[in-house]
């Protein structure tokens, strides 16, 4: 097997993934019925965009893995998803936070996609980026709205913005596959993606009359499969049927 | 589509695809949807390619199996397969499809440029689908499914569905 390949689309897939959990939860706990509503819709986006990258490495794999035993039965150290993605919920501030960052930066990384030289690749980000556009004008939107809202929103959208800036820094920290992908033309060129996202987040958060939080280190590890607490416990639910009950299916 | 052009054979997998309907939008057949991206004639074996309209449509597995079904029930060896490349557009939703989502309820996407500006709240430019009135609003750029909108109607006070442009 590629072994280069199937690492990168669980770096690309396991993202995704968590966050869509993270998301999951809040369905019928949404602040109003539209916003569960679309935050429930985003869920089941990234979930479809998950299940396009895990059933690719799985077929690269071989040897009869599938999207399945990709997303439930792995180790807690075996998943590449960032630590920004396992943060939990706390108010809807912290929610359209940290969605606003993984969406600029989610956006940035599948435009540069449809142009890998890998063609499965370039498919499911050309797919992907016309769902994603949806997500981060969603939470853009949100932030503008909250930080321009009232007293009490801007210091909300202010705190949730300034907190989740710790966990920027590991979105543009290139392991070695990436820098490999990147070479061959496959992956993403992280220098633009910094910059693209630097420019995008800096003027909606100039919009939304919110700080731009100066930081300059970074929480980390995500990508190396060492995890904050949190996952664990995501891993838990996540996992339940398939621990509970190995090799079920629908 | 059913061209007179085609041969007999894919005439007849086309006459039966057009009875599969999309069980989100019941009055859509997969054929106005526009997900049939091409049919594959090998005397009784057929492999059709389709196309999901959204990554996580939860739709497509059922509306696959609804088309092996309808082969099979006609003597076909049918297969399956889907493709994402290229990405569906929802340009591709036929005619007669706008049609028949309009009657059912839905409005029809518009152009994408139009498009941006409703879902931006910029311009009033879907139309009520109860009461005809153009003074309508963005609710929401998610509804009821992944391929909606909800929008309501300043007029009759009205929610309705608008399919997203993508």
């Given at each position: ?68 035993d990709i997303a439930f039965l792995r ?171 190995p090799g079920m299916q629908w | 589509m ?165």
């Amino acid at each position: 097997m590629n072994k280069s390949l199937y690492d990168y689309l669980i770096l690309l897939g396991d993202s995704p993934l968590i966050l869509g959990h993270r998301l999951s939860e809040l369905c019928g706990h949404g602040p109003n019925l539209e916003t569960d509503i679309a935050l429930s819709n985003i869920a089941l986006d990234l979930f479809g965009q998950v299940r396009n990258w895990y059933q690719y490495a799985a077929e690269v794999h071989g040897e009869g893995k599938t999207e399945d035993d990709i997303a439930f039965l792995r180790y807690e150290h075996e998943y590449r998803n960032v630590v920004l993605t396992e943060q939990p919920n706390k108010d809807f501030a912290w929610v359209i936070a940290r969605q606003f960052y993984f969406d600029a930066w989610h956006f940035s990384l599948l435009s540069q996609l449809t142009e890998s030289r890998d063609e499965r690749i370039s498919a499911i980000a050309a797919k992907s980026i016309k769902e994603v556009t949806y997500h981060r004008r969603f939470s853009s939107e949100w932030v503008k709205r909250l930080g321009d809202g009232t007293e009490e929103s801007h210091i909300r959208m202010q705190n949730a913005i300034a907190h989740f800036a710790m966990y920027k820094g590991e979105l543009f920290e290139e392991t070695n596959v990436e820098k490999e992908m990147f070479a061959s033309g496959t992956g993403a060129d992280f220098k633009v993606l910094k910059t693209q996202f630097d420019s995008f987040t800096n003027e909606v958060l100039n919009d939304a009359g919110l700080e731009i939080p100066q930081i300059d280190w970074t929480q980390r590890g995500g990508k190396q499969g060492v995890h904050s607490e949190h996952l664990g416990y995501i891993l838990t639910d996540l996992q339940y049927m398939q621990r509970a009950y190995p090799g079920m299916q629908w | 589509m059913v061209e007179s052009s085609m041969p007999e054979s894919e005439h007849k997998v086309r006459e039966i695809l057009a009875t599969v309907k999309d069980p989100e939008i019941p009055v859509l057949t997969v054929e106005d949807m526009g997900i049939i991206r091409g049919i594959e004639l090998d005397g009784q074996k057929v492999r059709v390619k389709i196309t999901p309209t959204y990554s996580g449509c939860p739709a497509m597995d059922e509306i696959a199996a609804d088309i092996r079904k309808a082969l099979l029930a006609e003597g076909y060896e049918p297969e399956v397969v889907s493709v994402l490349s290229p990405p569906w557009s929802s340009l591709w939703i036929s005619e007669e499809g706008r049609r028949k989502m309009e009657v059912y309820g839905i409005a029809a996407p518009l152009e994408e440029v139009a498009d941006k500006r409703a879902l931006m709240g910029e311009k009033r430019v879907v139309k009520c689908t109860h009461c005809g009135s153009m003074n309508t609003r963005l609710v929401s750029p998610f509804g009821s499914t992944a391929c909606k909108a909800l929008f309501q109607c300043n007029d009759c006070l009205e929610p309705f569905d608008y399919f997203k442009c993508i």
